[in-house]
């Protein structure tokens, strides 16, 4: 099992950037493939981009391609989400998970984070 904890979140102006950390505990971190989801007051939580264990696979949803780039360090066990260009919609509690295989389903992910608040005005 591997526990997770987000931090970087805040409250951010349209246009701006912030950066996402997921540190995870343990000693198989590079086994997992992860992903960062979010969600919205009201909304199900929508998939948000995802990288494979060793990192040289990723995958993202089309509302942040070009502008959110994940990534990992497996000898820190930390992601990251760089998200560049926010915009309102992307204001969102984001969770970072870990899985078994790299999806964009979060039924796959088998591990979660408590999340982290990412507001972002207009």
């Known amino acids: 099992q591997v526990q997770l904890e987000e931090s970087g979140g805040g409250l951010v102006q349209a246009g701006d950037s912030l950066r996402l950390s997921c540190a995870a505990s343990?000693?198989?971190?590079?086994?997992?493939?992860m992903g960062w989801f979010r969600q919205a007051p009201g909304e199900e939580r929508a998939f948000v981009a995802a990288i494979s264990g060793g990192g040289s696979v990723t995958q993202y949803a089309d509302s942040v391609r070009g502008r959110f780039t994940i990534s990992r360090d497996n000898t820190q066990n930390t992601m990251f989400l760089q998200m560049n260009t926010l915009k309102p919609e992307d204001t969102a509690v984001y969770l970072c998970?870990?899985?078994?295989?790299?999806?964009?389903?979060?039924?796959?992910?088998?591990?979660w984070g408590r999340g982290t608040q990412v507001t972002v005005s207009s």
């Open positions: 998970a870990a899985g078994r295989s790299l999806s964009i389903y979060r039924s796959d992910y088998t591990n």
């Open positions: 343990g000693r198989t971190f590079r086994s997992y493939a």
